[in-house]
């Protein structure tokens, strides 16, 4: 009942051949019976990795975690991880077992996995291998400890988060004990690393379901991210919306596209909120003074999640500019247009457009229509390949410098003076006007 691709059958007939048995394992087989497309196939052989190096000795191989018995192979384009049977040893650390164990057997593999739905195997002879009634939890959308779910909780935090994920992209509820262990289980989060922790939130806002998994288990998110926990109890309100700042953020959170740094944008976008409310002077009570200050805080908790500075920054620029005032005159368009590109202002206008349930419902139609016209301006500039930036102005440095101007901060202020005028539309991007211009302000 699972079509398992070509690509994958092979390297499992390649073992079988070799004496050794295969099984597809965990999210595949998952997805599979869910009807979705498994994004990558993993494979739990009973081979051990220099074993299964030698079988593959024509592939290329990567040795991705060879103590943990994980070897990648390249099969037509395609990376399939390889994963020896094993147990894990005992976990000191609540992440990493001290130690694995080969097993030679299937169930022990499966026994040492999170959840039920993550814990079946299949192969093509033999069908669908569900010692902990995964299939059953999978029907009725379940999410279920393999165990005993304080223990593998204490063993491996990062369950936790996890748990929370795979509730946001299946849609799936948490079966109540492990969801009670989860929370009890929640302190330990901090000791997680926080690159595991942000590719696991990140995997969770970015879920069908995110923003009702974050409502619900609300508690779990802010023991990791604290900086959020008072904007449940700080009001967010309009004369026509009343509703915490926290659950603002969910709605906004849930009407943009599932892109990630929008999604971590809108979760962030009013973080700044109770911080400006405990001290107005801060932002002086005004939403530009609430946006930068929310800027700050997205700003320390991306960088405490270990973001790289370009992710970072896009997330802080769309925080900044959510609050511009619509519709978003041509020369402010080109302007944003030349410094963030055309798919940070797409991603702007999804922020603004969700942020808009927030406000007054009469002028709803008027804001969205704003949101349109200048959504079409944006395509309009860009398809027309205006001048958006120094780089596109049709005369540069040199120019300048041939005209008599010296190298020095005159020169690059002339050349933003011009760009200015060629934005707002004063002056033809063309050269003889542009230099003509320069050669006015120099005399
Ligand atoms: P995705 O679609 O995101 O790849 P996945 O279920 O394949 O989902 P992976 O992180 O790729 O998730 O892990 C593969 C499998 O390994 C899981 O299905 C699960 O059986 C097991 N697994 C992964 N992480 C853990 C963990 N921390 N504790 C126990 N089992 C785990
Ligand atoms: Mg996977």
Request: proline letters at 5%; one cysteine or more; aromatic letters at 6%.
């Amino acid at each position: 009942q699972i079509e398992i691709p070509d690509y994958v059958n092979k390297l499992m007939a390649k073992l079988n051949d070799a004496g050794y048995e295969a099984w597809c394992v965990g999210g595949c087989v998952r997805d599979s019976l869910l009807g979705r497309i498994p994004e990558d196939w993993d494979l739990a052989v009973s081979s051990l990795p220099p074993e299964t190096k030698q079988v593959f000795s024509d592939y290329p191989t990567f040795d991705v975690g060879m103590r943990h018995g994980t070897i990648s192979v390249l099969s037509e384009g395609h990376t399939v991880e390889l994963t020896t049977f094993r147990m894990d040893g005992v976990y000191s650390d609540a992440r990493h077992p001290d130690s694995v164990q080969f097993s030679n057997s299937l169930e022990e593999d499966l026994s040492r996995r999170d959840f039920t739905v993550n814990a079946m195997a299949y192969r093509q002879n033999s069908g669908l291998r569900d010692p902990f009634d995964g299939l059953r939890d999978l029907e009725t959308g379940l999410l279920r400890c393999v165990g005993i779910p304080a223990k593998r909780f204490s063993e491996d935090a990062l369950r936790v988060l996890r748990c929370l994920r795979f509730s946001s992209t299946l849609g799936f509820a948490i079966e109540p004990e492990t969801l009670q262990a989860a929370m009890d289980a929640r302190g330990l989060l901090e000791d997680v690393s926080r690159d595991r922790v942000r590719d696991e939130l990140q995997k969770l806002l970015c879920g069908t379901d995110a923003a009702e998994t974050l409502r619900r288990n609300s508690e779990i998110l802010f023991s990791l991210l604290p900086e959020l926990a008072p904007l449940a109890s700080c009001n967010y309100e309009t004369l026509y919306h009343r509703c915490s700042v926290w659950e603002h953020s969910l709605q906004v959170l849930s009407a943009v596209s599932p892109n990630p740094l929008l999604r971590w944008s809108a979760l962030l976008h009013d973080c700044g909120k109770p911080a400006c409310k405990r001290a107005p002077e801060k932002g002086t009570a005004h939403f530009h003074g609430d946006a930068s200050e929310s800027e700050q805080l997205a700003g320390m908790i991306l960088k405490r999640l270990r973001f790289p500075n370009r992710d970072l920054d896009r997330v802080c620029s769309l925080i900044r500019y959510h609050v511009e005032t619509l519709p978003l005159p041509e020369k402010r368009l080109k302007k944003l247009l030349g410094e963030f590109g055309g798919d940070w202002v797409f991603e702007l206008f999804s922020l603004m457009r969700a942020n808009l349930a927030g406000q007054d419902p009469n002028r709803l139609e008027e804001h969205l229509t704003a949101l349109r016209d200048s959504q079409e301006l944006a395509e309009t500039i860009l398809s027309r390949q205006d001048c958006l930036t120094l780089r596109d102005l049709a005369v540069n440095g040199k120019d300048l410098l041939s005209l008599g101007y010296h190298p020095g901060p005159a020169l690059g202020k002339e050349l933003s003076f011009l760009l200015e005028k060629v934005l707002s539309g004063t002056l033809e991007n063309d050269r003889d006007i542009l230099l003509q211009e320069a050669e006015k302000t120099r005399s």
